[in-house]
């Protein structure tokens, strides 16, 4: 077929073959650009997933370790193997070492008070109001979770102009099978966010704990695109 063509058009086909295996060269470097390119985005995300996984894990860990030293403290009291006094020395312990922890309360089946120290005092009276408080159901409801689940609840207290957002954990009490009352401890989102997430993370990425209605509890507020 290229002898049936004029010389013009061989000429012309002469030209365009060079052009076009150029044009497939640079093709085929934009195209190993871009896959390279996907592969580090892939990367990148992979990476920020991995930091997310291992930033939650050592939060759970901090709060498991907590939990589980109150649950024993629980244990002791229901059990009868610490009084008050050896309690409240124990708290002071623990507020001394652990500068997330805000307020620890010691309520009975009937609500009544028996110890209350620092954030938990307010919680505490809360509680002890029963039905007057019911604008703080947050408080409520975790007394009465942790008394019908018998069960440690967690509950997430609610930001308000008077209150930082703090998380609650009810830890119920038991004497001879019988509920016998409520540990209440309340924790600083913002001491869990500064002494919980890991200074590596925090230093490579703009990191903040969420509620589950996407308020910023702690951390940098990251502007929405």
Request: no cysteine; charged share 25%; hydrophobic share 40%.
């Amino acid at each position: 077929w290229w002898r049936h063509l004029t010389p013009q058009r061989q000429d012309r086909l002469a030209v365009l073959a060079p052009l076009l295996a150029v044009f497939l060269f640079f093709a085929a470097i934009v195209t190993a650009l871009a896959y390279l390119q996907l592969e580090e985005i892939d990367r990148e995300q992979q990476a920020v997933q991995r930091d997310v996984e291992y930033t939650q894990q050592r939060l759970r860990l901090r709060l498991l370790e907590r939990q589980e030293q109150f649950m024993r403290m629980a244990r002791e009291i229901s059990n009868r193997d610490m009084n008050l006094e050896e309690f409240k020395s124990r708290v002071d312990s623990m507020f001394n070492q652990y500068p997330e922890l805000q307020g620890v309360a010691w309520l009975d089946d009937r609500r009544r008070i028996r110890f209350s120290q620092g954030s938990a005092v307010a919680a505490a009276n809360q509680v002890h109001q029963g039905s007057e408080a019911l604008h703080r159901r947050d408080r409520q409801s975790g007394f009465t979770q942790a008394h019908e689940l018998n069960q440690p609840v967690y509950v997430q207290r609610t930001r308000s102009t008077d209150d930082a957002p703090l998380l609650q954990l009810h830890i119920p009490m038991n004497e001879r099978e019988r509920f016998s009352g409520v540990l209440l401890v309340e924790y600083s989102i913002d001491g869990l966010f500064r002494y919980g997430v890991p200074s590596e993370v925090s230093a490579r990425y703009a990191v903040s704990l969420l509620d589950g209605n996407g308020t910023v509890l702690a951390g940098t507020a990251i502007p929405t695109k």
